[in-house]
């Protein structure tokens, strides 16, 4: 299942450091703007204590974690909109994302340039996601053009369309994200095909100071997170500089320098998680002495789906689902003694899949 997350954010603020981090891809970073011209894609594993507890338990030959992919794109400028800076490539770039990253300076640092002269992060925010809204005007205001005369003619398709297109522009209009705007399932199909880079969900990555990073916050930070609670946003903070050097070291190497710290996970972890939530993901698993896998998933997807993502077979000859919870699997010690128990189940085509059940799908084609 490939979706991504497109990191933005204004020049020099981190964002390629951070993906750096991420990916340990090398994507160029140097204290000048638009150092990043073409989008970096990364793919990373999914954190997932669980993944590892069930390797222990059945021994496997083989262990594939899930993964997410991330795109960093250029730093965005103030009337990028309107052709400023790099311009419309950026919003080409992010329009093909599924969920947007935003990275945030909350340091203050004299040896590093602000675009604007000033770490200031509130107006940081609201410049890139201002061009976000002007990008969503022109393109509400494009089709608006089209469907207006087919509604004025009574068009049923185009009536509805035009009510659902005029109610997000006065949200647009008013400063605020298409996301915002409350809408029923027919208008959210209505309004997916028009690829607005506002309806897609946001997280903010608070990037501050090794100094700061064990304090967890300053006053750009609390700025941040009181931004953000007005729209439901989460706040991660980083110190993108430490996640970077985390992502060099092994695993011994980087549980004792997180110990040294103080810090008990790595903001990276805790951002792969939170930007993988964030689009309403979830992970099942494969059990086997062959292989032990984790799987991608839409939370709501029913079983027969599921099947299809290991592969279309699967979907097109699905008999059932032979499922057990992941903690009950734990908990009994073994697959053997979980049946005995009762606690594996055999679940059918309208079965809604749940977080951590480790399944086996029986099928016939």
């Given at each position: ?53 069930l390797?222990?338990l059945?021994q496997p030959?083989?262990?594939v ?15 990028a909109?309107k ?5 419309n ?14 990275v945030v ?16 992060p509130?107006?940081d ?25 087919l ?15 005029s109610?997000v ?16 399932a ?19 990555v ?11 916050t ?12 007005r ?8 110190c993108?500089k ?6 060099e ?11 040294e ?13 939170a ?63 979980a ?13 809604e ?13």
């Amino acid at each position: 299942m490939a979706l991504t997350t497109g990191i933005v954010g204004l020049p020099n603020v981190g964002k390629s450091t951070l993906f750096n981090a991420i990916t340990q891809a090398g994507a160029e970073s140097a204290n000048y703007p638009f150092c990043t011209i073409d989008p970096n894609v990364g793919i990373v594993e999914v954190p997932d204590h669980r993944l590892q507890k069930l390797t222990e338990l059945v021994q496997p030959k083989k262990v594939v974690p899930t993964t997410f992919e991330f795109t960093d794109i250029a730093g965005i400028v103030k009337g990028a909109s309107k052709g400023e800076g790099l311009g419309n490539k950026f919003l080409s770039h992010i329009r093909q994302t599924d969920a947007i990253l935003q990275v945030v300076r909350c340091f203050d640092d004299e040896n590093i340039t602000h675009v604007h002269g000033k770490v200031n992060p509130i107006d940081d925010i609201e410049v890139i996601n201002l061009e976000l809204i002007f990008a969503d005007l022109e393109s509400i205001d494009k089709r608006i053009a089209r469907v207006e005369k087919l509604a004025k003619s009574k068009d049923k398709e185009a009536v509805a369309e035009f009510a659902v297109l005029s109610k997000v522009k006065e949200a647009l209009m008013q400063e605020l994200p298409a996301r915002s705007v409350d809408l029923t399932a027919e208008e959210k199909k209505i309004v997916h095909a028009m690829h607005l880079l506002t309806m897609k969900p946001i997280l903010y990555v608070a990037n501050v100071s090794e100094d700061e990073l064990l304090e967890g916050t300053n006053e750009h930070v609390e700025a941040v997170k009181e931004y953000a609670a007005r729209e439901n946003a989460e706040v991660i903070v980083i110190c993108a500089k430490v996640e970077e050097e985390i992502a060099e070291l092994d695993g011994d190497e980087k549980m004792a320098f997180l110990g040294e710290l103080g810090i008990e996970e790595a903001g990276l972890d805790k951002l792969i998680r939170a930007s993988y939530s964030l689009l309403g993901l979830a992970t099942y698993f494969t059990a086997g002495v062959q292989e032990v896998r984790a799987w991608t998933f839409r939370k709501g997807m029913k079983a027969p789906a599921c099947a299809g993502i290991i592969h279309t077979d699967f979907e097109r000859g699905f008999i059932r689902a032979e499922v057990v919870a992941y903690d009950d699997l734990m908990a009994a010690g073994n697959m053997a003694a979980a049946k005995e128990k009762g606690k594996v189940r055999l679940e059918g085509k309208e079965y809604e899949m749940k977080d951590g059940d480790v399944v086996h799908f029986r099928f016939n084609v």
